[in-house]
């Protein structure tokens, strides 16, 4: 696991760099670097924007009596999309996006749902989906 990690993350970076510099060729540099820093400042706002809706979605769950795992699972890939955003970079402000914007979140939820079930499959831990 460790392994395939430390791969994706290499090649993460390799791909990263490549964009930079195929970006910085077409555009210049003082664009690139404008793009970087105008999707940085965008990605922490719809990051504390969304994050803060997922976390009144699952106060409500909670209170309301209903399951709190798809309110969780929203506020758990709106903190990834947030953690993703952090990272320089034009795939990672892609892959953060896709993670916070509410109709592309409503797409991951079913396969990290059916992810964190084959999971839990064999321990007492029930996840309900809306």
Do not use: C
């Not at 555009?27 to 809706?53: C, D, H, M, N, Q």
């Not at 993703?84 to 109709?103: A, E, K, S, V």
């Amino acid at each position: 696991m460790l392994k395939k990690l430390g791969i994706a993350v290499m090649t993460l970076t390799i791909a990263e760099i490549a964009v930079f510099i195929l970006l910085g060729n077409q555009v210049g540099i003082l664009p690139t670097l404008l793009i970087i820093v105008g999707t940085g400042a965008l990605g922490i706002y719809l990051s504390r924007k969304e994050g803060f809706k997922a976390v009144r979605n699952l106060q409500a769950s909670v209170q309301s009596g209903q399951p709190p795992a798809p309110a969780l699972i929203d506020a758990a890939l709106t903190l990834i999309g947030g953690i993703i955003l952090i990272l320089p970079g034009f795939l990672t402000d892609i892959l953060g996006i896709i993670f916070i914007l509410p109709f592309t979140r409503k797409l991951l939820k079913p396969i990290l749902y059916n992810y964190l079930r084959k999971k839990t499959k064999h321990s007492s831990v029930v996840i309900v989906q809306r």
